[in-house]
């Protein structure tokens, strides 16, 4: 397998556009969880989806983020209207059950101009 | 909720000294215990784990020890090599509440 497959690896943007990241999880994998990394505040969980419905989305910021699993293979993190405090790393992971290890991508690098 | 709290850094040591990063947990239930490491520009990479009390995680030299009495996870290696220069992550997932510690930055130096 070729692991979790974040696109595109890097973006940049201007205030105001919408961005939208997608991953698609390891075959098999039943759990996917977004996260964000910045310097501040280190690593977030977004929001997390089991067997593609959303379970914990306590950690997504606000209306302008928006996340969907439309099916197994497949997942997006929306935000609209992009802003400079959005620039970060967004991370996608996937793992197969409960306690398990999650498997990580390689990142998504936002920057908002 | 759920918490880890990892030895905050930067950790600078030289090469073959010996690494230590505390890292303590804060869960209901069970939960099972991981590191990650991070090197520049990638994701997180799964570098050991351990699922129950008094299980020992190693690889590529790293061990751990999952501490239930302490609810500790601390990070080991006896003779750290310059390539082991990373951001190292300590973690638990319990039922797929997955936490992370802030990430402690290690430097080796030839």
């Known amino acids: 397998d070729a692991g979790v497959i974040q696109s595109p690896r890097h973006e940049v943007t201007e205030m105001g556009q919408e961005v939208t990241l997608r991953c698609k999880p390891i075959?098999?994998?039943?759990?996917l969880f977004w996260y964000r990394q910045t310097m501040m505040r280190g690593l977030e969980l977004l929001i997390y989806?089991?067997?593609?419905?959303?379970?914990?989305d306590s950690g997504m910021p606000e209306d302008r983020f928006s996340a969907k699993m439309p099916n197994a293979s497949f997942s997006t993190l929306k935000i609209q209207p992009s802003e400079p405090r959005d620039s970060a790393v967004y991370f996608c992971?996937?793992?197969?059950?409960?306690?398990?290890?999650?498997?990580f991508g390689q990142g998504t690098r936002l920057t908002v101009v | 909720g759920d918490s880890v709290t990892q030895m905050e850094g930067p950790v600078t040591l030289s090469e073959e000294a010996c690494l230590t990063i505390n890292c303590t947990y804060t869960a209901t239930g069970y939960p099972s215990l991981f590191w990650y490491v991070q090197y520049p520009g990638e994701g997180l990479q799964l570098l050991l784990k351990?699922?129950?009390?008094?299980d020992k995680g190693s690889n590529k030299g790293f061990e751990a020890t999952y501490r239930k009495e302490t609810t500790s996870f601390h990070l080991e290696k006896g003779s750290v090599q310059v390539s082991d220069s990373a951001v190292y992550f300590c973690a638990l997932n319990n039922n797929n509440d997955m936490r992370f510690g802030a990430g402690t930055r290690l430097t080796v130096k030839p």
């Open positions: 075959s098999g994998h039943n759990s």
């Open positions: 989806f089991n067997n593609n419905v959303p379970i914990d």
């Open positions: 992971a996937s793992n197969i059950g409960l306690n398990t290890e999650a498997f």
């Open positions: 351990a699922t129950k009390a008094d």
